[in-house]
């Protein structure tokens, strides 16, 4: 079992700044592909961002190119997003996500999730 406790959210204005931190304990952390996904009101939970267990590769969705950056710390069990130039459209419920293996961009791939953290981009 591996838990996740995702933070960082609240309200920024658009073209602002937020990290998300995604704490994980249970298993082995460094073994685990993560990601991050979010579901606005009415729509369906997206892929934004997914890094390897060994953080040297990330790959993000298209809406986020060049302005959001996953990472991780292995020896502190934290994955992060860091989310510049923020618009009203990135407003969303954001959830950490890990698996084992490889990275995926399909929600069903993943194993464990956490309880969201909330984003909300508004002048």
């Known amino acids: 079992q591996v838990q996740l406790v995702e933070s960082g959210g609240g309200l920024v204005q658009p073209g602002g700044s937020l990290r998300l931190s995604c704490a994980a304990s249970g298993r082995t952390f460094s073994g685990f592909a993560m990601a991050w996904f979010r579901q606005a009101p009415g729509k369906e939970r997206a892929f934004v961002a997914t890094i390897t267990a060994s953080g040297g590769t990330t790959y993000y969705a298209d809406p986020v190119k060049g302005r959001f950056t996953i990472s991780r710390d292995n020896a502190k069990n934290m994955v992060y997003l860091q989310m510049n130039s923020l618009k009203p459209e990135d407003t969303a419920v954001y959830y950490c996500?890990?698996?084992?293996?490889?990275?995926?961009?399909?929600?069903?791939?993943?194993?464990?999730w956490g309880q969201g953290t909330q984003v909300t981009v508004s002048s």
């Open positions: 996500a890990a698996k084992g293996g490889n990275t995926a961009t399909m929600p069903q791939m993943y194993d464990y």
